[in-house]
């Protein structure tokens, strides 16, 4: 996944974890916070497309509240994606399988 701002470059930077501490912040609590959110949801029986989309969310309000550099709206929905990315091959759900949820039912 490409991590874009429109001042920055960060394709060589091959992890989120480089890529977010290059812009500056370290965004360790919100994907370990939206990890664990997700297994929650995915405990509770939620479907894996729901858990995606709802992990989106949750990790757009984290870091809304995490940094004020984050209130661009570009910005703000590309770092969320790749924090719901990173959490949910954290939390053991690979984005195939996202991705055929959200086929299948769509």
Known sequence: M?????HCNFDHLDTPAKR???YGVDLE????RTKE?????????????SVA???YRYATDLIVAYDTVFHHVSLRGDIASV???EAAKR???HSDQLRAERE???
């Open 91 to 93: 939390a053991g759900i």
């Open 2 to 6: 490409t991590w874009e701002h429109p």
């Open 29 to 32: 609590i919100p994907v370990v």
């Open 20 to 22: 977010f501490k290059a």
């Open 37 to 49: 959110f997700m297994e929650r949801l995915i405990r509770s029986g939620i479907e894996p497309a």
């Open 53 to 55: 989309l709802e992990g």
């Open 83 to 85: 924090i719901t990315e």
């Open 104 to 106: 299948s039912s769509g």
